[in-house]
Nanobody, 115 residues
Framework: QVQLVESGGGLVQSGGSLRLSCAAS????????MGWYRQAPGKEREFVAI???????TYTDSVKGRFTISGDNTKNTVYLQMNSLKPEDTAVYYC?????????WGQGTQVTVSS
């Protein structure tokens, strides 16, 4: 069994910053990547950023230059530093752990950016 615990969401004004954390525990092996997705009200869940076990990162275009994903392999933890936040970044942010055999999702953390 694998558990993902997210933290760091909240309410922030436009232009502000937040840092999300996601810690994975349990039977973890053969990690392909960890990452973040988000879902705004009335919209489908969308990709935000991932970091591979080798440290390579990929971002969706709308967050490039504003968000930074990082990870600590020793702790099976991934972070998302979000700067210059915009109201359109408002969503529930979900952590994902993708192992070779299957993927796992966190419960989500709310990020709200006021204008």
């Amino acid at each position: 069994q694998v558990q993902l615990v997210e933290s760091g969401g909240g309410l922030v004004q436009s232009g502000g910053s937040l840092r999300l954390s996601c810690a994975a525990s349990g039977s973890i092996f053969s990690i392909n990547y960890m990452g973040w997705y988000r879902q705004a009200p009335g919209k489908e869940r969308e990709f935000v950023a991932i970091i591979t076990s080798g440290g390579s990162t990929t971002y969706t275009d709308s967050v490039k230059g504003r968000f930074t994903i990082s990870g600590d392999n020793t702790k099976n933890t991934v972070y998302l530093q979000m700067n210059s936040l915009k109201p359109e970044d408002t969503a529930v942010y979900y952590c994902k752990l993708q192992m070779r055999v299957r993927g796992y999702w966190g419960q989500g953390t709310q990020v709200t950016v006021s204008s």
